[in-house]
């Protein structure tokens, strides 16, 4: 017997939620897409994702604001709260992705999710969320295809053809 998938497409998430965009009822959040070079392939890349904690569908770091802090640095917390990174960050935004987010009192709004690159450095074994998620390295197609937002997959793709081997754009995670 087939299985019918009842889940609802981004873009008719999002629709669903189109009436809060003139009221600016739009939700701010930023992230990390996390990724490492692989000395035996030739400099090519892989990406973490981790789980979501409520569907548990492959996402990557992500959080809202937090006081003073600037989005590179919220980015940078997440991911170590999240997934245990430690790394050097992309000040600039690589780009920006929307998703319907779910709150926590069922309410559904936009979400503007602005993403910075890492370079992850180091992975810790023991960080605050380590018992809410998984983690898994992908390449940069394999990252693309497993994650649900079409503007995050187009992010996540662009990766294969930027060149990693200056790092000078980059500014070191404490």
Known sequence: M????????????FAAVADKLPKG???????????RRVPSRDGAIEVLLITSRD???????????M????????????AWE????????HKKAWGHYTYVKKLDDGKLVPAMVQVHLLDV????????????????WFT??????????????GLISKLENYGFADASALRAVK
Do not use: M
């Open 25 to 35: 009822d739009v939700r701010t959040q930023y992230a990390a897409i996390c990724f």
């Open 67 to 78: 006081g003073k802090k600037k989005p590179h640095q919220v980015a940078c917390a997440e």
């Open 2 to 13: 087939a299985h019918e998938n009842t889940e609802l497409s981004p873009s008719t998430e």
């Open 121 to 136: 450095q180091e992975l810790e074994t023991d960080y605050p969320e380590k018992n809410e998620r998984r983690l898994s």
């Open 82 to 89: 999240e997934a245990g990174v430690r790394g050097r960050i």
């Open 55 to 65: 569907s548990g569908r492959w996402v990557i770091p992500k959080g809202w604001p």
């Open 140 to 153: 940069p197609a394999a990252a693309a295809s497993s994650v649900k937002e079409p503007e995050l997959r």
